[in-house]
C-alpha cells in the first residue's frame, strides 16, 4: 500500500508550517503573518505505537520502520497546505484551490489557534481576540464548499452517467480523484437519506447535505487546539471540545515540539516524540535563551497538557479514530525473524479491515497469490487466508511452494 497522507487544514497562521516542520523535521517558512505557505510542503512524518519487541524482550532490528525504547515508528506522508479564511471558496486569501491536495489525502489533521490570537482574517491579533469554534466551522465550510462545487459543477456530467451506471458510479466517477470510494458514497447516500432519489431530482439543499455527509465519511480528522501554551488557550480548547461533540480534538504546541526535535537533534536533550518528559543533557551547555525556552515548555505546555501534542495527534488520527492496526510479518517464528536473522524487521500499517490476505498482497502480490495460511506466532495457532488481522499480531505466512516471510 502506498503511504498513508495526511493533510494539514486549517485558517492561515495556525501553525500548520511549525507542525509539518515540527513532525518531519523539515525547514518550510513560518511567519506570523497571514498566508506565509503559498504551495503545498510534502515530508515524512511518522506515527507510533508500542512495539512487540519489549513483550518478547527482544532486540529488534527494524528495517521499514524505527524502534525508539520500545515505540514503532512507521513512516506517513504529511502535507501542509496553505491556510484559509472565510470565503476562501468565492476567491478570499488564496482560495481553496489548494484544497484539491488535502483531497487526495487518506485523513486530515484541522489546525485551530485555541489561543485565539487570530482574526477572521488570519492577522495575528491579543491572545482571546479570535474565536477558535467558528475558525473551525469557517474551515469545515470551506471544505463542505469544494466538495459541493465538485458535484454541482459537474451536475451535466452526472446526470448523463447516472442514466447509464447509475448514481452511485456516477457520483464516484467526479469523486474518486479525492480518494472517495463507492463504500463512502453508498454510506453518505443512505445517512443523507438520498439512496432512493436519483441525483438530478437532488435540490441544492440535498447536495449540500450529501457534499457535508461525504466529507465527514471519506476524510477521517482529528482538530488540534494549537498554541495551547499561550494565555486563555485551555478554556478554548474546552470550548472546543464541548462544540464539537464528535470529534476527537487534541490540544498541542507544535512550537514546543519543534523547538523540542530541533535541541534533540543538536544533542542538547533528550526526547522521543510523543514523551511525557524531556531531560536536559547537560545544563551548563545551554544558553540563557535555549533556558528561558525550555522552562516555558516546562510550565505552559507539559504541566498544562503533559506532553506537546504532535505526536499524539497523528497517532490519535491513525490508531484511535482510523483504528488502523500494526502487523508484524516474520519467517522464523522462534526467533521473529527474517531469513537472514533480522528480528521483526517489518511492521505493516494496515486498515481495520485487513486480513491475513491483504497483508501478504502489501508484502507482494505472488505471495498472495499462492498464500494457503498463516500462523499466529504467539499461539501457534493456523489462520486462515481471511482471517481479520489485529493489532500488534506477529504472524507467519504459509505459501504453496515455499514458506516465505
Ligand atoms: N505560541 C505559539 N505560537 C505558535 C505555535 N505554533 C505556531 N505558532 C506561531 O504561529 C505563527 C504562524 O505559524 P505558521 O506555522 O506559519 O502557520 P500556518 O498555519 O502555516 O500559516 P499559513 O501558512 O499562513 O497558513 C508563527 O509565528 C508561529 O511561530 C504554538 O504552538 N505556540
Ligand atoms: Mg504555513
Redesign the pocket.
Known amino acids: 500500500m502506498a503511504k498513508i497522507k495526511i493533510g494539514l487544514v ?1 485558517k ?7 507542525f509539518f516542520n515540527a513532525a518531519t523535521l523539515l525547514y518550510a517558512e ?3 503573518y ?4 503559498k504551495q503545498p510542503n510534502i515530508g515524512v512524518a511518522h506515527v507510533s505505537a508500542p512495539c512487540v519487541c519489549k513483550e518478547f524482550k527482544v532486540k529488534d532490528n527494524p528495517r521499514n520502520s524505527i524502534c525508539i525504547n520500545g515505540w514503532r515508528f512507521h513512516p506517513i506522508i504529511l502535507i ?1 497546505l ?2 484559509l479564511i472565510k470565503g476562501a471558496h468565492l476567491g478570499k486569501g488564496l482560495g481553496n484551490q489548494f484544497l484539491s491536495v488535502a483531497s487526495q489525502s487518506d485523513a486530515l489533521l484541522h ?1 485551530v489557534d485555541a489561543s485565539g490570537s487570530i482574526d477572521a482574517e488570519g492577522n495575528i491579533v491579543e491572545p482571546g481576540f479570535g474565536d477558535p469554534v467558528s475558525d473551525y466551522f469557517d474551515t469545515e465550510e470551506e471544505l463542505v464548499m469544494w466538495y459541493l462545487k465538485m458535484i454541482e459543477g459537474n451536475r451535466q456530467n452526472i446526470e448523463r452517467n447516472e442514466k447509464k451506471y447509475g448514481t452511485v458510479e456516477a457520483l464516484h466517477t467526479v469523486l474518486s480523484g479525492s480518494k472517495v470510494s463507492v463504500e463512502h458514497i453508498e454510506l453518505s447516500l443512505a445517512l443523507s437519506e438520498l439512496s432512493d432519489k436519483p441525483f438530478r431530482k437532488w435540490d441544492i439543499e440535498e447536495s449540500r447535505n450529501f457534499a457535508y455527509i461525504i466529507r465527514d465519511i471519506s476524510k477521517p480528522t482529528v482538530v488540534v487546539a ?2 495551547i ?2 494565555e486563555g488557550a485551555e478554556e478554548n480548547y474546552t470550548r472546543l471540545s464541548k462544540a464539537l461533540k464528535d470529534v476527537v480534538v487534541v490540544p498541542a ?4 515540539e519543534l523547538a523540542l526535535r530541533r535541541a534533540q537533534h543538536k544533542g542538547l536533550v533528550e526526547y522521543i516524540p510523543g514523551d511525557e518528559e524531556f531531560r536536559v543533557k547537560d545544563p551548563s551547555a545551554l544558553n540563557e535563551k535555549q533556558k528561558r525556552a525550555l522552562e516555558y515548555m516546562e510550565r505552559f505546555v507539559f504541566s498544562k497538557i503533559m506532553r506537546t501534542g504532535v505526536q499524539f495527534a497523528l497517532n490519535t488520527l491513525i490508531f484511535k479514530v482510523m483504528a488502523f492496526k500494526y502487523v508484524y510479518p516474520v519467517e522464523d517464528t522462534k526467533n521473529l525473524s527474517d531469513k537472514s536473522g533480522k528480528v521483526l524487521p517489518d511492521v505493516f500499517l494496515l486498515p481495520r479491515d485487513a486480513s491475513l490476505m491483504d497483508l501478504a498482497g502489501e508484502i507482494h502480490t505472488e505471495l498472495a497469490k499462492k498464500l494457503i495460511y498463516g500462523v499466529d506466532v504467539r499461539t501457534g495457532l493456523k489462520l486462515p487466508k481471511d482471517y481479520l488481522l489485529h493489532d500488534r499480531d506477529i504472524v507467519h505466512l504459509v505459501t504453496a511452494t515455499r514458506k516465505r516471510v
Not at 492561515?12 to 511549525?18: A, C, D, E, H, L
Not at 504546541?253 to 514546543?256: Q, R
Open positions: 486549517g492561515t497562521n495556525t501553525g500548520k508550517t511549525t513560518v511567519q506570523p497571514p498566508f506565509t505557505t501542509d496553505p491556510g489546525l494549537n498554541k501554551d499561550l504546541s507544535a512550537d514546543a
